[in-house]
């Protein structure tokens, strides 16, 4: 069953599953890849925004417990090399000066206080009386957040330690955590995004939008990243509620160890990964048209492609269904490049062959056909050649008796002559009839023979004014035919075309080997009127002539062709070149 | 259809008709290293649907003083603590523990060495998580070439293997300059710190001053364990020298045992840590206990959660994981040859003495031990100090400790 134009779409098809669909498959891979690698820069890059703030605060920090650290070693220093207990005014003096050159060091100290080992206030600012700063410290420490006229504080502590190592008192100093604030607020942060330090409660301590601290409540329950940062050793990310949070514990800090605060950086999905998003976006609507093109133009090479093939299945179908090309059927594509060009080629020339092989089948069809009545012919003409002959005796007998003027003369003289026709119609007959079926003996030299047939007929031609040109191809291989027949054939073509040129003209007599090299060709081109389109296959039945009543027999092509057809060969005519004459092509096998 | 609907309004109802209330999400505080928190917060994560837990990190330096602060204020109270059984008799004390239900104390197979750091008073008031305590954690191969006693059974051999072990760079013995650390030596040698039943102490003692100064030698040019890196950074440089093979053998805990092998106990050896003359267990002995507090707003929660935390196959997965050493037996019989060894090591451990000073025995000792180390003081000038400050604590406690006859009288 034919499927016509099935092939386009198989190719689209095949288009799709190995071009479209492998790159469709590639593509999202690729922009899913690309999507979360730009989102991983963000968590990335927001996580090192809380790190260089985390690190910020931890160093500030620093410096503040470093010099609380140095005031408090100072100062143990000092009163180890005084009596124990004894506060001389010296002592005093001193520690008044160390204190305010901690303030003007430490700005962020919003109190000082140096306390005993029994917790008693020994100098600097007060402190409440149930805060036990004295005991349970594992020495020095950053405590909680604590909120001082809803100012977030924390309490830094310095244990002053004797050159032994023994505890002589302890540096207290609330530290204003404004700062926090202030690093939060000079970051530069994304569309939406917001920074929080919260306390191990969950009690924001800074925050770098314009929500007040004061009064504000615990946001473990209510902000997953706060809950996390805060459950956790270290940093990380989460998703929660179409907002990004990055977090870290900055309790993993050097000197932060022991705090229990974490900073959260939060921003909007929608804002945090809108290059991403718009990356993605952007990304398919392009994907997408280079799809409907690489569409468009998968669609026209299909087409493309295929439009030969159809032309190739187009001519294939009239070979097999209607015997022969038409004329208004497309082109063969035998110039198109690579195996279809090939395959245009091959069946162009197998359309050429069956053609040529179903003219040769004609032929010997009607070969056969010719031989029924050759052989019918020869045994008619065997049966009135006898009576014939004595007819013709008896006539020119009974006219040698005869004078000029006798009465009977020209009744004899016609009975002589019809008998003699006669007998020379008989003798085309058995001629007709004694052809035999292809050739067995030596090869025939057809340049030789024509030479010869040229020599032969030379004196006839010359004075009917016919000039005869001779194109013979060399070094033709022989042909199976037999020299007697072929000559015979050459005769009667030279003959024939020197009839036709009644006015004298020249005779062209060409040799050749075929296109396809099996064959021999031997062309007799005339000047004469050539010969209507209409009877270019009639002129062949036997017995059809155009000439005069009486002047041919009407057996001659017909012998010929039938002489061809003997020796497997092939006999056409065709206009000359030019349009004026004609042209007789004889088509003769190479002897093997 | 109609089971759909039961189902779908099934969490819409409470009881009586009621809205139903959601469960307050349990606290659990917490001191675990950040390797672990973050295994607990997977482990956590992975419950599901068992109810929300809220996890808060507690700084170890000052978790027993926010403790007790916040137990007692009862505000932000946790439904359940993990912190060290060191904490617990002083807040058992103070009433701020509840017991743990019998049920939930018999739910176990515990071992004999985490439970009796669970009880006060008789009283049980923690659900052992870890078994904690010093060992020796050694190269095998590195002993082995070095051809020395092992293990050693006295302090003798183990100094005398150190030696042995220590030359071109590379030092037989880590030490961290920490009383935890010196008070094995200090038992090893004969030594105490003090006396909780008297609340004599024992750090004043010439025994103790000796072996302070042998203690300092260890961190000597000559010394076996190399000089003290800056302070805060003992135990990365402790890692750091052990992992490079600068470090024969370390006296550690089992909560080390990932950082030294770098994730890895292929080669590492665990030895029981020299017992005293008199065969006497020297090393500190320690464990990390679940405990809930009285002003727990759901304790039958907090409890159930303690037992999923200290179930033998979660111990067991964590003694693989991380070197802990299981409370468990169920746990430790899962936790492979490694910290089955450390175990046998730390049966050979004996608990620091209790009393009201304990947390606070060491703000006043590493001090003391640094400046001798240093060369800043003598061992009898640093121990003296920290026998006044002893003294004083105990007396803020109740205490009154006997006069020292030792008292080297040195004024700070």
């Known amino acids: 069953m034919i499927k016509r134009g099935s092939l386009t779409m198989r190719v689209l098809v095949v288009l799709a599953l190995a071009t479209i669909t492998p790159t469709m498959v590639v593509g999202y891979l690729a922009i899913r890849r690309a999507r979360d690698d730009l989102e991983r820069e963000v968590v990335r890059g927001n996580l090192a925004l809380i790190r260089a703030l985390g690190s910020s605060v931890d160093g500030t920090l620093q410096s503040a417990r470093r010099a609380l650290d140095l005031a408090a070693a100072s100062w143990a220093d000092e009163r180890t090399r005084a009596a124990a207990g004894d506060e001389a005014p010296a002592t005093r003096r001193a520690t008044a000066r160390l204190l305010r050159r901690l303030r003007r060091e430490v700005p962020l100290f919003a109190t000082i206080s140096i306390v005993s080992v029994d917790g008693q206030v020994l100098y600097g600012d007060p402190i409440a009386a149930n805060e036990n700063v004295g005991a349970h410290t594992f020495g020095g420490y950053i405590g909680d957040v604590v909120y001082e006229g809803g100012r977030p504080r924390v309490r830094v502590v310095s244990q002053a330690r004797s050159r032994t190592g023994e505890l002589v008192g302890v540096f207290v100093a609330q530290l204003d955590l404004r700062f926090i604030s202030e690093a939060l607020a000079s970051a530069r942060l994304g569309q939406g995004a917001r920074l929080l330090v919260v306390d191990g409660d969950g009690i924001p301590v800074a925050r770098s939008d314009d929500v007040p601290l004061a009064g504000a409540t615990s946001l473990r329950a209510d902000d997953p990243a706060v809950d996390r940062a805060l459950g956790s050793a270290k940093e990380g990310n989460l998703e929660s509620g179409g907002v990004v949070a990055v977090y870290r514990n900055l309790s993993s800090y050097q000197t932060l160890r022991g705090v229990r605060w974490a900073i959260i950086l939060e921003q909007p999905t929608a804002y945090a990964y809108a290059l991403a998003r718009k990356t993605t976006r952007d990304t398919i609507v392009a994907g997408l048209v280079v799809l409907a093109v690489a569409l468009v133009v998968g669609f026209l090479l299909a087409t493309r492609l295929t439009r030969p093939l159809r032309a190739l299945a187009e001519r294939a179908d009239a070979i097999a269904h209607e015997g022969g090309i038409p004329d208004d059927a497309p082109p063969a594509p035998v110039d198109a490049m690579g195996e279809i060009g090939h395959l245009a080629q091959r069946i162009e020339e197998m359309a050429r062959r069956i053609g040529e092989r179903e003219q040769l089948q004609a032929a010997l069809a009607h070969g056969d056909r010719l031989a029924t009545v050759g052989t019918m012919s020869a045994s008619v003409a065997h049966e009135i050649n006898n009576p014939l002959t004595t007819v013709l005796g008896y006539a020119k007998l009974l006219l040698e008796d005869k004078g000029q003027d006798h009465p009977d003369r020209a009744g004899l003289e016609l009975i002589s002559d019809e008998a003699a026709r006669m007998k020379t119609i008989v003798g085309a007959l058995l001629d007709y009839s004694r052809s035999e079926r292809g050739h067995r003996g030596e090869p025939t030299d057809v340049n030789e023979l024509v030479q010869r047939t040229a020599a032969l007929l030379s004196p006839a031609l010359k004075r009917g004014r016919v000039t005869v040109e001779l194109d013979l191809a060399p070094h033709l291989p022989g042909a199976a035919a037999a020299p007697h027949e072929l000559q015979q054939i050459f005769v009667n073509l030279a003959q024939n075309a020197a009839q036709a040129m009644s006015e004298g003209g020249r005779l062209q007599v060409a040799t050749g080997l075929c296109a396809d090299d099996v064959a021999i060709e031997v062309t007799f081109t005339d000047e004469g009127p050539g010969v209507d389109p209409a009877l270019r296959e009639t002129i062949f039945e036997p017995f059809f002539t155009t000439k005069e009543v009486g002047s041919g027999t009407g057996l001659g092509l017909a012998v010929c062709r039938h002489l061809v057809f003997g020796f497997r060969g092939r006999m056409e005519i065709t206009d000359a070149p030019g349009g004026h004459g004609a042209r007789f092509r004889v088509v003769i096998p190479i002897q093997e | ?412």
């Open chain 2, 1 to 412: 259809m109609l089971l759909g609907l039961v189902v779908a309004l099934g969490p819409a109802c409470g009881h009586r008709g009621e809205p139903a209330r959601a469960r307050p999400r349990l606290r659990l505080w917490h001191t675990f290293n950040p390797t672990e928190t973050e295994a607990l917060n997977a482990f956590l994560a992975a419950r599901g649907g068992k109810g929300a837990v809220e996890t808060t990190l507690l700084p170890f330096q000052r978790g027993q003083t926010i403790l007790g602060e916040v137990l007692a204020g009862g505000g932000d109270c946790p439904d359940l603590v993990r912190m060290d059984a060191t904490w617990i008799p002083e807040l058992a004390r103070a009433n701020l523990l509840s017991p743990a239900p019998a049920d939930v104390a018999s739910a176990r197979l515990w071992l004999p060495e985490a439970s009796a750091l669970a009880s006060d008073g008789g009283v049980q008031y923690g659900l052992p998580q870890r078994l904690d305590g010093l060992a020796l954690i050694y190269r095998q191969a590195t002993v082995k070439n070095a051809g020395v006693e092992w293990p050693p059974p006295t302090m003798g051999a183990l100094l005398a293997a150190a030696r042995r072990m220590t030359g071109g760079g590379n030092h037989g013995l880590g030490v961290r300059v920490d009383g935890y650390w010196f008070a094995a030596f200090l038992r090893a040698w004969g030594g105490e710190l003090l006396d909780p039943a008297t609340g004599t102490l024992g750090i004043d003692q010439p025994i103790a001053r000796t072996s302070l100064e042998r203690f300092s030698d260890f961190f000597g040019p000559a010394g076996i364990a190399g000089p003290p890196p800056p302070s805060g950074d003992e135990a990365q440089d402790e890692f750091r020298r052990f992992r490079a093979g600068a470090l024969a053998v370390v006296v550690d805990g089992p909560w080390a045992v990932t950082e030294l092998g770098g994730g890895s106990t292929d080669g590492l050896g665990v030895a029981t840590f020299p017992p005293a003359p008199n065969g006497t267990p020297a090393a500190p002995r320690g464990a990390q206990m679940f405990v809930v507090p009285r002003c727990a707003r759901d304790p039958a929660q907090a409890w159930a959660l303690a037992l999923e935390l200290t179930a033998p196959e979660v111990q067991a997965d964590w003694a693989r994981r991380f070197g802990l050493v299981p409370a468990t037996r169920g746990g430790l019989a899962n936790a492979g040859p490694f910290v089955q060894s450390f175990y046998r090591a730390l049966q050979v451990t004996r608990p620091l003495p209790w009393s009201p000073v304990s947390a606070e025995m060491f703000d006043d000792l590493n001090p003391a031990i640094a400046a001798v180390v240093a060369g800043d003081a003598t061992a009898a000038e640093a121990l003296a100090g920290v026998a006044r400050a002893w003294t004083r604590l105990l007396e803020r406690h109740g205490v009154h400790a006997p006069e020292s006859p030792a008292d080297a009288g040195v004024t700070p």
